[in-house]
């Protein structure tokens, strides 16, 4: 079964402060994604990587950045968090780029005071 | 950007009753599929059915696409108290040139009740 780890399931971090989500998948996938996750407004995509190195803007990239320096590593980055950063961020991984199966890790809980 | 639809945006309904969901999209597909979310959790794959075709089924799962109507529906027979959990539908564009994004709605939570 494929594995989508996130590091850290509930985090609390203070506004300014620089915030690191890790995610590992197990099955050599090719694309990753980053997705948040709030009340009434769905799934929003952040971020993907198609490749090693390589990433693409989602629809709400601002705030964010992402970091993909080996292929079973993605991490999504919150330079300076602010309290409207608080929510779910889901991570997500897929093998190739022709709308495969998308498979999900548990989520990360992210609050911002 | 949004491009499926759930409806309704929740439904409760008695166990052993079945449940249908219903998901509307605007662009042409290459393929649909059907998540999973239980509260708090990840979201996990049930089911994938391509453009081409009419009706899938996995279990107690059955899938159909209509994409002269652009729509798609998801049954759960026998429903349980386990199957309470949010339902989302998510759409791969036809034409996906640069991008491999599923697009996702925004959910419709069922709630089962035992």
């Known amino acids: 079964d494929v594995k989508v780890t996130q590091s850290s399931r509930y985090l609390v971090k203070r506004t300014g402060e620089k915030v690191f989500l890790e995610c590992v998948q197990d099955?050599?996938?090719?694309?990753m994604f980053w997705y948040r996750q709030d009340p009434g407004l769905g799934l929003r995509l952040i971020y993907f990587?198609?490749?090693?190195?390589?990433?693409e803007k989602g629809d709400i990239p601002e705030g964010y950045s992402v970091s993909r320096e080996k292929k079973e590593r993605f991490s999504l980055i919150l330079e300076s968090a602010s309290t409207n950063q608080t929510s779910m961020y889901l991570c997500?991984?897929?093998?190739?780029?022709?709308?495969?199966?998308?498979?999900f890790g548990e989520g990360s809980w992210l609050t911002v005071v | 950007s949004q491009q499926g639809e759930e409806d309704p945006q929740a439904l409760s309904i008695q166990e052993g009753e079945n449940a249908t969901m219903n998901c509307s999209y605007k662009?042409?597909?290459?393929?649909l599929q059907w998540y999973r979310q239980n509260s708090g959790r990840g979201l996990v794959h049930l089911i994938l059915?391509?453009?081409?075709?009419r009706e899938k089924h996995s279990g107690r799962l059955r899938v159909t696409l209509d994409t002269s109507k652009k729509s798609s529906s998801l049954l759960i027979t026998a429903s349980r108290a386990a199957d309470t959990a949010s339902y989302f539908c998510?759409?791969?564009?036809?034409?996906?040139?640069?991008?491999?994004?599923?697009?996702f709605g925004k959910g419709t939570k069922l709630s089962v009740i035992p």
């Open positions: 997500a991984s897929s093998l190739s780029k022709a709308g495969n199966t998308i498979y």
């Open positions: 059915i391509r453009s081409n075709e």
């Open positions: 990587s198609y490749d090693v190195k390589m990433k």
């Open positions: 998510a759409t791969f564009p036809y034409s996906g040139a640069g991008s491999y994004q599923l697009t």
């Open positions: 099955m050599d996938h090719e694309n």
């Open positions: 662009t042409s597909i290459n393929n």
